[in-house]
C-alpha cells in the first residue's frame, strides 16, 4: 500500500512538474523595460550644425517604444532612442530594406556586412551645414554590449584605417566608427 501511495505521488509530481506552474505560460520571460539608449556622433568642430528629424521605426514584438529626442552639447551629437532591448531578424530586415549600406560601432572586432538581429532601429532626415541625408541607425549587441548601426539609402561604405566608414550619398561627410567604443561615430568631411 505505502508502495502504491509513493508511486501516485511521484506520478503526480511530474506531471505537475510537466505542467508548469503560475500563467501557464512556461516560455521564458522576456524584459520589457523601456531605456535610455544612446548613440553619439562627435563631429570635427564646435561650428558644425547638426540635427536629426525622425521619420519610422520598427521595435521587436512585445518591446515598449518611447520615441528620440536629440541634444548638441559642444562637439557630440546625441540620439537617445527610448525603447526596450531585445533582437529580433525581423528589425535587422527592416534595417537593411531602408539602408544600402552599412557599419557598425563594434570594438575591436568590426562587424559582419549586415546585422543578423538588431533591438530597434529608426529612420530619419540627419542635417549637416544646412544638407539633409535620410539616414537608418539601429541598436543590435554583441556579448554584453549594446552597439549600434548606421546606413541609409544612397550611402557607400569605405574601408579606412579605423574599419569601415559610412559616406553620405553625395560624398560630402563620413560617419566612421571610433575606436574602443560600441556606440559612437565621427563626422567628418575627409578621410
Same mark, same amino acid.
Given at each position: 500500500? #505505502?508502495?502504491?501511495?509513493?508511486?501516485?505521488?511521484?506520478?503526480?509530481? =511530474?506531471?505537475?512538474? @510537466?505542467?508548469?506552474? *503560475?500563467? *501557464?505560460?512556461?516560455?521564458?520571460?522576456?524584459?520589457?523595460?523601456?531605456?535610455?539608449?544612446?548613440?553619439?556622433?562627435?563631429?570635427?568642430?564646435?561650428?558644425?550644425?547638426? &540635427? @536629426?528629424?525622425?521619420?519610422?521605426? &520598427? =521595435?521587436?514584438?512585445?518591446?515598449?517604444?518611447?520615441?528620440?529626442?536629440?541634444?548638441?552639447?559642444? *562637439?557630440? @551629437?546625441?540620439?537617445?532612442?527610448?525603447?526596450?532591448?531585445?533582437?529580433?531578424? &525581423?528589425?535587422?530586415?527592416? @534595417?537593411?530594406?531602408?539602408?544600402?549600406?552599412? +557599419?557598425?560601432?563594434?570594438?575591436? &572586432?568590426?562587424?559582419?556586412?549586415?546585422?543578423?538581429?538588431?533591438?530597434?532601429?529608426?529612420?530619419?532626415?540627419?542635417?549637416?551645414? *544646412?544638407?539633409?541625408?535620410? #539616414?537608418?541607425?539601429?541598436?543590435?549587441?554583441?556579448?554584453?554590449?549594446?552597439?549600434?548601426?548606421?546606413?541609409?539609402?544612397?550611402?557607400?561604405?569605405?574601408?579606412?584605417?579605423?574599419?569601415?566608414?559610412?559616406? +553620405?550619398?553625395?560624398?560630402?561627410?563620413?560617419?566612421?566608427?571610433?575606436?574602443?567604443?560600441?556606440?559612437?561615430?565621427?563626422?567628418?568631411?575627409?578621410?
Amino acid at each position: 500500500m #505505502i508502495r502504491n501511495v509513493l508511486s501516485v505521488l511521484f506520478a503526480l509530481i =511530474i506531471a505537475i512538474s @510537466f505542467a508548469g506552474c *503560475g500563467d *501557464g505560460d512556461s516560455s521564458p520571460k522576456v524584459d520589457t523595460t523601456e531605456h535610455d539608449n544612446w548613440v553619439y556622433m562627435d563631429v570635427w568642430e564646435d561650428s558644425v550644425q547638426i &540635427s @536629426f528629424a525622425f521619420s519610422d521605426h &520598427s =521595435i521587436t514584438s512585445g518591446q515598449p517604444w518611447g520615441g528620440i529626442s536629440t541634444s548638441y552639447p559642444t *562637439g557630440t @551629437f546625441e540620439i537617445d532612442a527610448k525603447a526596450g532591448r531585445h533582437g529580433s531578424s &525581423s528589425v535587422a530586415s527592416w @534595417f537593411k530594406s531602408h539602408a544600402s549600406a552599412a +557599419t557598425c560601432a563594434n570594438w575591436p &572586432s568590426g562587424c559582419p556586412d549586415w546585422p543578423s538581429n538588431l533591438n530597434f532601429a529608426f529612420t530619419g532626415n540627419i542635417t549637416i551645414n *544646412g544638407k539633409e541625408y535620410p #539616414i537608418t541607425i539601429g541598436q543590435g549587441s554583441v556579448g554584453v554590449h549594446n552597439n549600434w548601426w548606421i546606413g541609409g539609402p544612397g550611402w557607400q561604405l569605405k574601408s579606412t584605417v579605423l574599419g569601415d566608414a559610412m559616406i +553620405t550619398p553625395d560624398g560630402k561627410y563620413y560617419f566612421e566608427p571610433v575606436d574602443d567604443t560600441f556606440d559612437t561615430f565621427r563626422i567628418s568631411t575627409s578621410y
